[in-house]
């Protein structure tokens, strides 16, 4: 049984379609530098822009993206299942036991043919919700 998983599982990858930036095409891995387009939904949320990078090989990933608006580096973790990615992503805090994570979004993107990541995201304390693109950087 052993044996049969491990092509099993490469299978399932490929029949998903799992490609990405930068050579994921090959690798079967989201991980690389992504364009990061998004707004609020409210009438006078802004639009923003920045840079994400997702590294690991999967499923698990350690997330950071930068937004030029608020010129502030957010960082988190994803998990990629089939072709949906969700990430939480917010602010490192520092405690008396090392640095702790507080997740202050989360996102849900939907992987296209492309490789482009189209996703939703909602505040996880305020409320505010809003989508966001990212585009690989090829």
Not at 9 to 28: I, K, M, R, Y
Not at 73 to 90: E, H, N, Q, W
Request: aromatic share 8%; proline share 4%; net charge neutral.
């Amino acid at each position: 049984m052993k044996h049969l998983m491990a092509p099993s599982l490469v299978l399932l990858v490929l029949a998903t379609g799992f490609a990405g930036p930068v050579g994921a095409e090959q690798s079967g891995t989201l991980a690389g530098d992504y364009l990061m387009r998004g707004k609020g939904f409210r009438p006078n949320d802004s639009a923003y822009e920045g840079m994400c990078s997702l590294r690991g090989g999967g499923p698990v990933y350690e997330v950071s993206c930068f937004n030029q608006a608020t010129r502030h580096t957010y960082v988190g973790r994803g998990l990629a299942t089939g072709d949906t990615v969700s990430i939480t992503i917010g602010d490192m805090l520092r405690g008396d036991h090392g640095g702790v994570f507080a997740g202050e979004y989360l996102v849900v993107y939907k992987r296209k043919p492309n490789g482009v990541l189209e996703g939703s995201w909602t505040e996880t304390r305020g409320g505010a919700a809003g989508t966001e693109t990212l585009t690989p950087i090829r």
